[in-house]
């Protein structure tokens, strides 16, 4: 199947952003996927603010992008927007570094005011970076993640079957560029 990057663009260690991705990255994986997580909080802070476009790290970022058929793309809204190391790491990338990718947009926030942040702070940027097909994003409200003791997440069971349609609709628009690429 397809090669899928999950990027969490939280700067947060116990990240809810981060949880939610790799509990949605279990659920790709078992269509089939190859899924690669990557958390840009790893990369050193002084290759992303000194936008050192030679760093390994970020050579290696954008290696990745570049590898994977389909990108998912996990940010906290803060101030009604991205996170600023997920837009650190964007700036950092080659201009047309999606293009030819089905994006999957995901948001975590405190407050529904913040929904709209997808539409219009973060699927302009993706857009411009040349994706082939954004599919439907979702917003989750931090209240509705929850973390066990053991580490295991669990959604809210409305959330969780919003998550699972938009997760099965990006699997399924990988598969379709999958086979629209074998046979044009």
Do not use: C
């Not at 190859?34 to 840009?40: G, N, R, Y």
């Not at 570049?66 to 009604?80: H, L, N, S």
């Not at 080659?94 to 948001?107: D, E, I």
């Amino acid at each position: 199947m397809a090669i899928v990057l999950s990027v969490s663009g939280s700067p947060s260690v116990s990240s809810r952003t981060a949880k939610l991705l790799r509990h949605l990255d279990a659920r790709l994986a078992r269509q089939g996927h190859e899924v690669i997580p990557l958390d840009v909080r790893t990369i050193p802070a002084e290759a992303l603010l000194g936008a050192d476009f030679q760093h390994p790290a970020i050579v290696e970022a954008a290696d990745l992008f570049a590898r994977a058929d389909g990108v998912v793309i996990g940010t906290p809204v803060y101030k009604a927007a991205y996170s600023g190391v997920l837009k650190a790491l964007l700036d950092l990338l080659p201009q047309y570094a999606l293009t030819g990718k089905t994006v999957l947009p995901l948001a975590t926030g405190g407050s529904t005011a913040h929904v709209l942040a997808l539409d219009y702070a973060l699927r302009p940027v993706l857009n411009s970076m040349g994706a082939a097909h954004i599919v439907q994003g979702w917003f989750t409200l931090d209240k509705d993640i929850t973390t066990g003791p053991d580490g295991s997440v669990t959604v809210a069971p409305g959330t969780a079957e919003a998550l699972a349609q938009v997760v099965d609709q990006f699997s399924s628009a990988l598969g379709s560029g999958h086979l629209l690429a074998a046979t044009g």
